[in-house]
Each structure stands twice: as C-alpha cells, then as structure tokens.
T-cell receptor, first 115, second 112 residues
Framework: EAGVTQFPSHSVIEKGQTVTLRCDPISGHDNLYWYRRVMGKEIKFLLHFVKESKQDESGMPNNRFLAERTGGTYSTLKVQPAELEDSGVYFC?????????????FGPGTRLLVL | GNSVTQMEGPVTLSEEAFLTINCTYTATGYPSLFWYVQYPGEGLQLLLKATKADDKGSNKGFEATYRKETTSFHLEKGSVQVSDSAVYFCALRGSTLGRLYFGRGTQLTVWP
C-alpha cells in the first residue's frame, strides 16, 4: 500500500510568487491534515479536511494560504503571494475515519524556501 | 489549551548508551500521546503511542509511559545504535479534534 506522497519535494521561489503544494493521502483515508515546521520550531497544525470538507482551519496563518480537497482525494495548498516567513517544511498527513482517528501517517514533506 | 514541551537538543551519545528524551504536556480532557521520528531525508514516522494513563508504548527498543500525575511521556531506550540518529518529536492529540500538537523536536546523534 502506497504511503502519503507530496509534491514537489523542494521548491525555491521569490517573494511575491505563487506556489502550490500537493498531497496524495493513503487511499481510503477520509482525514487529511496539513502541518508546517518553520526552521527549528515545533510542527504546527494548519488545517484538517474530512473528505472534501474543512473540519478545522484554525491554524491557517492568513488569507494568503488556500487549501482545497476537491472530490475528497488529493489536496493542494496554495500560497499566494509568498512571503519570506512562509519558508519551512510543509507536511501532509492522513488517517482513517472513526471516532478516534488515532494514527496519522505523514508524507515526506515539501521544503519551501522563499527568497 | 494543549501544548507539548520537549527537551532541547541536540543530544549526542555513544553507541550502546542509555537514552532519555523528556516530554511534558498540558492538555484538557484525556489526550493520546505519541512519539514520531524523522530520519535524515525522510518524513515523520510514528514510533510509538499511548492512549490512556499508565499505558506504555514500545517499538524498536524504545519505550514511553503515559504518566498523568506528572503529565509526562518521556522516551527511553536502553542501548542506542548509530541507526537511531534522527529527530524525535513528542506529540499529543486532544480528546476532541484530530489535530496533533507537537514539541520542537530533539535531534539525536549517535556515534560509533
């Protein structure tokens, strides 16, 4: 069974540009999460999808970030326009449906550098 | 609210040394607790978990016990190997929402 995949693995862009990150969860996982780790700091939650619906987007830093999960399969996270402080590693995770959704499986992350 | 405080790194040990990485938490309700590991160039992998007080999670020689009275979930291994070199993250999941709350991570380097 394939794990969570993310694309691209690395992205280097200039301030003001747009970047779109993609996450493909494990097949059949209804829950999809986005997290971000800024250099040296803790991994912070961004948002949570259940199928195609946003269950919790309280971690989204501002309206320059837009996440979608059309059809309840893969998800995209767009940053427009990118700022220097958006640099970091963006992780996607997925988990099965159920009352506790205990184990989240993480992808390898996308390393974003904004210059 | 929910938060995790994790021992600052980096930690450098010789092979076969004993490892402890401290983790304490603040949470409302009855959280589940996790340790994730990130090996160089890879994503996060679940190392072990515990879902209620006094549970012990274990995997690959690592252990952690959910201590409600001290709000702790310290990671231990009796004899580390070079292959254990990685970043270790303590995390909690609250009793309601699915999101995880992470500590800052502890870089472990094991020398032969």
């Amino acid at each position: 069974e394939a794990g969570v995949t993310q694309f691209p693995s690395h992205s280097v862009i200039e301030k003001g540009q747009t970047v779109t990150l993609r996450c493909d969860p494990i097949s059949g996982h209804d829950n999809l999460y986005w997290y971000r780790r800024v250099m040296g700091k803790e991994i912070k939650f961004l948002l949570h999808f259940v199928k195609e619906s946003k269950q919790d987007e309280s971690g989204m830093p501002n309206n320059r970030f837009l996440a979608e999960r059309t059809g309840g399969t893969y998800s995209t996270l767009k940053v427009q326009p990118a700022e220097l402080e958006d640099s970091g590693v963006y992780f996607c995770a997925s988990s099965q449906a159920g009352p506790r959704q205990e184990t989240q499986y993480f992808g390898p992350g996308t390393r974003l550098l904004v210059l | 609210g929910n938060s995790v405080t994790q021992m600052e790194g980096p930690v450098t040990l010789s092979e076969e040394a004993f490892l402890t990485i401290n983790c304490t938490y603040t949470a409302t309700g009855y959280p589940s607790l996790f340790w994730y590991v990130q090996y160089p160039g890879e994503g996060l992998q679940l190392l072990l978990k515990a879902t209620k007080a006094d549970d012990k999670g274990s995997n690959k020689g690592f252990e952690a016990t959910y201590r409600k009275e001290t709000t702790s979930f310290h990671l231990e291994k009796g004899s580390v190997q070079v292959s254990d070199s990685a970043v270790y993250f303590c995390a909690l999941r609250g009793s309601t929402l699915g999101r995880l709350y992470f500590g800052r991570g502890t870089q472990l380097t094991v020398w032969p």
